[in-house]
């Protein structure tokens, strides 16, 4: 790398919460991030707020429900200039109280679209900027989720409609109204989020098995704890807005701050401890001051190798990479 230059994260979702905290902690460890929005003056603002220094972060406008939009950031990025050393995947939709679904731009269900499909498509088209990363260990990280990993203290919690992909029916049958389950059944709202997580951590896998070798990028998953009061929850009932940070801060010791998952998630980009790849990364379920990370297992699910290639194909071809 040129002695002083700084290196380059984009983090999509930057503009609040977990993003918004990553993108402050990676600044003050001497990186420049590209922060990657639905809402440029709402990302304005919230770097102002937290006190970013305005040479240290670049707003650039991205939509991760348009599939359009998303290839129009990556030329964007591209005509820029600036080189590429990590990408965080971090934002999300979760919208629990929908009964009848949303679609994006080109026809796919909402959620499933924002938090995979999008991102799945980003990544692929960002493959090249990481591979010509001057680091030595150029890094992809997507945000996991407890709920979509069994194996997690956390996600061992029986609740409604667990993520299950079933055998990607929707996905096969294209994924268009009325179509709005991967699985191909009636829909969900919290299953479909929970559902494209289980996509994101399959995703990661799949990246590492295909890539990793040959280029040298790290790519791993994390869950940096609950994070109770992150703007994810917006779209929740407000009696569950209100208990829910209490119930994880009382009565499960598992709340954890967006100024701590900001810096774990940070951790996870920038320091050489966690240059392994192909692995989830986790705090656990109860937080304890001075709690060290490690690696998690993952669900069947999760690790199942034959349906994450099926996954990578079918979002493939959706997204139009084939």
Known sequence: MVQN?????????????????????????????????????????AAQRVGMPADSYTIMLIDLASLESVRQFVKDFSASGKSLDALVCNAATYMPLLKEPLHGPEGFELSVTTNHLGHFLLCNLMLEDLKRSSSSDPRLIILGTVTANSKELGGKIPIPAPADLGDLQ????????????IDGKSFKAGKAYKDSKLCNMMTSRELHRRYHDSTGIVFNTLYPGCVADTPLFRNSLPLFQKIFPWFQKNITGGYVSQELAGERVA????DPAFKQSGVHWSWGNR????????????????????????LWELSAKLVGLV
Do not use: N
């Open 5 to 45: 230059q700084k290196s380059t994260v984009v983090i999509t979702g930057a503009s609040s919460g977990v993003g918004l905290y990553a993108a402050k902690a990676l600044i003050q460890k001497g990186w420049h991030v590209v922060m990657a929005c639905r809402d440029v003056p709402k990302a304005k603002q």
């Open 170 to 181: 929707g996905l096969e049958a294209g994924f268009k109204a009325p179509i709005a389950m």
């Open 267 to 270: 951790q996870v980009v920038a």
């Open 287 to 310: 937080q304890k001051e001075g709690r060290e990370s490690f690696v998690q297992e993952l669900s069947e699910k999760a690790s199942d190798e034959v349906q994450a290639r099926r």
